[in-house]
């Protein structure tokens, strides 16, 4: 039980194009999911909180036009990065939280590898 | 803010052996959650064990176990009868009691890079 995907899990584009990636909760409904970064050989960050049916939450220093985040149903999450650079190349991460009485565990998808031209 | 040290970027142990792993965070806050994951190099992020701050028994999970020290805010990682599947990064992470705003998200430490040698 709580697997989460993700798809695609890799991505080449070219600079200024748009990437949407898809985070699925499979086998359990989250109200909740995250999107963290990941650079080469470093811990994963925290980019943002998505919510089902609201806005998300951004962290501090993450442009909320440059990285938007739609939670349209209890199962889906997508991260669009906007006019990539490739600055923008990363490993990104999403997790589902599930539901519990004292808060529940955060599951991961494997991720996905986006490299910007 | 939390933050979440992890002192050792790289431990080796001879398989069968046992490991310990560190990790001490900094908080304000009287109940949180701990996490330890385990990231091998398909880079999936897996949940090994997990700690309520209000609970005093240490988490077990079959050969994983956690030293709990809520004074000294340290939650270290022990890893018995290691194999060499356990080779991986392991990040030690944690979360906020309180939801919205990104509170609930996890804060990780900068992880260590277990290598188990045959």
């Known amino acids: 039980g709580a697997v989460v995907s993700q798809h695609p899990s890799w991505v080449i584009c070219k600079s200024g194009t748009s990437v949407k990636i898809e985070c699925r909760s499979l086998?359990?409904?989250?109200?909740?999911m995250f999107w963290y970064r990941q650079f080469p050989k470093q811990s994963l960050m925290l980019m943002a909180t998505?919510?089902?049916?609201?806005?998300?939450?951004?962290e501090q220093g993450v442009e909320k036009d440059k990285f938007l985040i739609n939670h349209a149903s209890l199962t889906l999450s997508t991260l669009t990065v906007t006019s990539a650079h490739p600055e923008d190349s990363s490993f990104y991460i999403c997790?589902?939280?599930?539901?519990?009485?004292?808060?529940?565990?955060?599951?991961f998808g494997p991720g996905t590898r986006l490299t910007v031209l | 803010a939390q933050t979440v040290t992890q002192s050792q970027p790289e431990m080796s142990v001879q398989e069968a052996e046992t490991v310990t792993l560190s990790c001490t965070y900094d908080?304000?806050?009287?109940?949180?959650?701990l996490f330890w994951y385990k990231q091998p190099p398909s880079r999936q992020m897996i949940l090994v064990i997990r700690?309520?701050?209000?609970?005093?028994q240490n988490a077990t999970e079959n050969r994983f176990s956690v030293n709990f020290q809520k004074a000294a805010k340290s939650f270290s990682l022990k890893i018995s009868d290691s194999q060499l599947g356990d080779a991986a990064m392991y990040f030690c992470?944690?979360?906020?009691?309180?939801?919205?705003?990104?509170?609930?998200?996890?804060?990780f430490g900068k992880g260590t890079h277990l290598i188990i040698q045959p």
């Open positions: 997790s589902a939280r599930t539901s519990g009485k004292r808060g529940g565990t955060q599951y």
């Open positions: 086998d359990f409904q989250a109200t909740t």
């Open positions: 998505s919510n089902e049916g609201s806005k998300a939450t951004y």
């Open positions: 908080t304000s806050e009287s109940d949180y959650y």
């Open positions: 700690q309520e701050a209000y609970k005093q």
């Open positions: 992470a944690y979360r906020s009691p309180y939801s919205g705003g990104g509170a609930d998200g996890l804060t």
